[in-house]
């Protein structure tokens, strides 16, 4: 069975940055495409950043040019990297993952707070 876990979320002022990372653990037969979605206050579940197994990345309009995700294969983990936090970017971020053969999973989300 495969989990995710995220971690590196936390408080920051307008400008400043987080990395978040996320690791698969459990029988991984091999980590498909990964994504980070987030979920503002009051709002729905949108899509931040995906990258493919073969390193392909897609952003949001928002997330271009601020946020970068990245991925180890080796360690199974996925990571995304932010800068220019915004208050609007406040939210629980939660990675997602599609593994071959095993399904699509969740895990439980960060949360990030962009507040002065």
């Known amino acids: 069975q495969v989990q995710l876990v995220e971690s590196g979320g936390g408080t920051v002022q307008p400008g400043g940055s987080l990395e978040l990372s996320c690791v698969a653990s459990?029988?991984?037969?091999?980590?498909?495409?990964m994504g980070w979605y987030r979920r503002a206050p009051g709002g729905q579940r949108e899509l931040v950043a995906v990258?493919?197994?073969?390193?392909?990345?897609q952003y949001a309009t928002f997330a271009k040019g601020r946020f970068t995700i990245s991925r180890d294969n080796r360690k199974n983990q996925v990571f995304m990297k932010m800068t220019n936090l915004r208050p609007e970017d406040t939210g629980v971020y939660s990675c997602?993952?599609?593994?071959?053969?095993?399904?699509?999973?969740w895990g439980p989300g960060t949360q990030v707070t962009v507040s002065t």
């Open positions: 997602m993952g599609d593994f071959p053969m095993q399904g699509q999973r």
């Open positions: 459990g029988r991984i037969v091999r980590m498909g495409a």
């Open positions: 990258i493919l197994a073969e390193g392909i990345t």
